[in-house]
């Protein structure tokens, strides 16, 4: 099983990547965890060239996502909302069948308490003009990062690294159940 993991941060040292290189790290053994790392690259949004050729950088994300068994995105909350990097991709991506009735596990981590949970119901809205398969089971957020990672970013919490676990065995079943 392949999985494309999209960090919502563009940030190089990010509690949201950390996480998504934990879930690869502990990811179980049938299942390969690629994480998206060309987010930079992708240009803003533009419908006029939507009627024309893609940018690579877009076409590179819509073919690795068509290419995914299932999808995890990590966001940071900012402004109560999803990063405008990520949204900006997501918008590349909401014309395109790229997402539809693909399995997708929404993650998030903060230094806060919330967990960067307000991220989330900005995140479902544009998911569901996508008509992507949301794998609520597998949701996950952090709360209280600096507490959990090492300032390597490596994750240190057994409790966060169960609720991975959980997280990546949702999606699991929910792939299994797509195909």
Known sequence: MH????PGSVRRHSYNLALL???????PEDMEITIFDRMKEIPLFDPDICDEALPESVEHLMASIRASDGVIISTPEYAHGVPGALKN????????DAMILKPVVVTSVSTSSLGGVRSHSPLLLILSAMNANV??????????????????NHLEDRLTGRAIDLSL???EQAVSLAS
């Not at 999985?3 to 999209?6: G, Q, Y």
């Not at 290189?21 to 990811?27: E, G, L, S, Y």
């Not at 794998?135 to 390597?152: M, Y």
Request: aromatic fraction near 8%; glycine fraction near 2%; proline fraction near 2%.
């Open 3 to 6: 999985v494309l993991a999209i």
């Open 21 to 27: 290189q934990a879930m690869k790290d502990r990811a």
């Open 89 to 96: 991709a997501l918008d590349w991506l909401v014309a395109s």
């Open 135 to 152: 794998v609520v089971e597998g949701s996950l957020n952090v709360p209280f990062a600096s507490k959990k990672f090492r300032a390597d």
């Open 169 to 171: 065995s949702a999606l």
